[in-house]
């Protein structure tokens, strides 16, 4: 069955309210289920990225 946009968008805000950053691949959580092969290796978010992420998340949090 398919429903239509319309359906929706009361419940999806216009803008996010949260934004999630993984700012390191590293994770040590060992989960059975995880699909992320390298999660043990260190790889921390370069500023240049970082810069970028906090520009575009900006842009929803204080709308022009």
Known sequence: MM???ARYRRRIARRPR???VQ???FCNLNCTYCYLP???RRAPMSVA???AVARSVAEFAWPR
């Open 49 to 51: 990225i970082a810069e």
């Open 38 to 40: 390298d999660r043990d």
């Open 18 to 20: 949260t934004a999630v």
């Open 23 to 25: 700012a390191d691949s």
């Open 3 to 5: 429903h239509s946009p």
